[in-house]
T-cell receptor
Framework: AQKVTQAQTEISVVEKEDVTLDCVYE???????LFWYKQPPSGELVFLIR??????QNEISGRYSWNFQKSTSSFNFTITASQVVDSAVYFC?????????????FGKGTMLLVSP | DTGVSQNPRHKITKRGQNVTFRCDPI?????LYWYRQTLGQGPEFLTY????????KSRLLSDRFSAERPKGSFSTLEIQRTEQGDSAMYLC????????????FGPGTRLTVT
């Protein structure tokens, strides 16, 4: 079974629309970390956020916000007023205590296309 | 801080040849990771080092793959007797501390086996 599921393969929006990228994870650990990374067309993965399992506070950074809900094992990512430069593949990832947090398990990614 | 660098950026090789990739992590980072990414998939973990010690290897890392980090700084990933299925992007990442920190990725080496 996939540990990190990003059910949306591709999302297309028009600039200035809000968009939410879904991430559902599966783990037996009580302590774990969740991440979001952005992979623009250039290919280099860019770190966006890290959240530990004990901190369910939502976080906002500029146009980005993250909604972590342990009850539904979800860590969703919202971009407000999307821009063309947001076009990229976005990955959700999980790091678990049993592995000493040594590995990131990634979802398959969601490709976001923002058109002008 | 120059970030994680990888060389070469692209490599085309014929099936059966050996290839070696290099990764230079962020200078103060003690952990170094290798991942493989194929088209339309997320990166998959291959192996990681804490300083010079290789602490974990994925089942994806067959006997034809070997990685080293001899002085706890740069790392090399060698693939022997390459196969077409080895064609992928090979990503290196580094992090600071005991592992819960975020990993910073390099630009990757794209391998094409013909």
């Amino acid at each position: 079974a996939q540990k990190v599921t990003q059910a949306q393969t591709e999302i297309s929006v028009v600039e200035k629309e809000d968009v939410t990228l879904d991430c559902v994870y599966e783990t037996r650990d009580t302590t774990y970390y969740l991440f979001w990374y952005k992979q623009p067309p250039s290919g280099e993965l860019v770190f966006l956020i890290r959240r530990n399992s004990f901190d369910e506070q939502n976080e906002i950074s500029g146009r980005y916000s993250w909604n972590f809900q342990k009850s539904t094992s979800s860590f969703n990512f919202t971009i407000t007023a999307s821009q063309v430069v947001d076009s990229a593949v976005y990955f959700c990832a999980l790091s678990e205590a049993w592995s000493g947090y040594s590995t990131l398990t990634f979802g398959k990614g969601t490709m976001l296309l923002v058109s002008p | 801080d120059t970030g994680v660098s990888q060389n070469p950026r692209h490599k085309i090789t014929k099936r059966g040849q050996n290839v070696t990739f290099r990764c230079d992590p962020i200078s103060e980072h003690n952990r170094l990771y290798w991942y493989r990414q194929t088209l339309g998939q997320g990166p998959e973990f291959l192996t990681y080092f804490q300083n010079e010690a290789q602490l974990e290897k994925s089942r994806l890392l067959s006997d034809r793959f070997s990685a080293e980090r001899p002085k706890g700084s740069f790392s090399t990933l060698e693939i022997q007797r390459t196969e077409q299925g080895d064609s992928a992007m090979y990503l290196c990442a580094s992090s600071l501390g005991k592992g819960s920190g975020e990993q910073y990725f390099g630009p990757g080496t794209r391998l094409t086996v013909t």
